[in-house]
């Protein structure tokens, strides 16, 4: 399949296009990743759903052509879960931005790991909140400016994958927009992986965080994402002073804990719960 073909089989071409990223954006890069993994994975259109909040990131089901769903801020993860428990044989992907995910919605993130739903989670992290004037997020770096922090970030940021990590989350992982087909390979291992899977992705956001920090342009931040990444394998045989602030990626965590749609199909068999005999009070 040419990778035109791609793009007319799974984007909503006549529709939604041209999309509203900013030039030099990673979250194109995602969505390709994104369309790739489902392709390789030969999995049903009708059957993939993909839902998102509010922010940058959120307009990416708008562009696929699956079942989409473009919810409130910080709520995707508990539209996420209806979905899930009604129909547990679809495949359902939620694109956050780091805002969505770790500020209003870090609640439901927590509880997402606790809960352990197969869901995949994909969260694009460019240290910002892009798309409603560049303030700053819970994964801003300390001493970074932004609109509501002009002077400098005196927050301590997040790491995302040791918040997934601490909460319990069954599958944890970190690539880059830099590195396309490591990319592909771990969208494809979330979806492979029964129980929650947290992405993480590092992207950047050359209009709102890029600008005002100086970063240089779009290509400038690539070469330096490239730079300063390393994969999880070496970073076991480095001193946290040899990692500094490198970007550590590759698969954290992979455990094999009970998924919940499961535990729930079993405890409704178990107590012979039929749902439709307690429809209207029967």
Request: charged share 25%.
């Amino acid at each position: 399949m040419q990778k035109t073909d791609l793009l007319y089989k799974y984007l909503r071409t006549d529709k939604k296009f041209p999309h509203l990223w900013c030039p030099g954006c990673g979250n194109g890069i995602l969505m390709g990743g994104l369309i790739r993994a489902i392709d390789r994975m030969e999995l049903d259109k009708d059957n993939v759903v993909v839902v998102s909040g509010i922010g940058c990131s959120g307009r990416l089901p708008v562009y696929v052509d699956f079942n989409t769903l473009h919810t409130t801020h910080g709520r995707a993860l508990a539209f996420a879960t209806g979905i899930k428990l009604a129909n547990p044989d679809l495949v359902v992907f939620v694109i956050m931005g780091d805002g969505d995910a770790t500020a209003i919605g870090g609640n439901h993130l927590i509880h997402m790991a606790r809960r352990n739903i197969d869901i995949n989670a994909i969260v694009i992290n460019n240290n910002v909140f892009g798309m409603t004037g560049g303030q700053y997020s819970p994964t801003t770096p300390s001493g970074a400016k932004s609109t509501t922090s002009v002077l400098g970030n005196l927050e301590r940021p997040f790491d995302i994958c040791k918040l997934a990590m601490g909460a319990g989350t069954s599958w944890v992982a970190r690539s880059t927009v830099y590195h396309v087909r490591r990319l592909t390979d771990l969208i494809c291992k979330a979806v492979e992986h029964d129980g929650f899977s947290m992405l993480e992705v590092t992207s950047y956001c050359p209009t709102n965080f890029g600008r005002r920090n100086k970063m240089g342009t779009a290509p400038k931040v690539m070469r330096w994402i490239k730079d300063n990444s390393i994969p999880v394998d070496k970073a076991k045989d480095m001193t946290p002073e040899e990692i500094g602030d490198k970007l550590v990626t590759g698969i954290f965590v992979d455990r094999d804990d009970p998924e919940y749609c499961t535990l729930y199909s079993e405890l409704r068999i178990k107590e012979g719960y039929d749902p439709h005999e307690h429809e209207h009070g029967k």
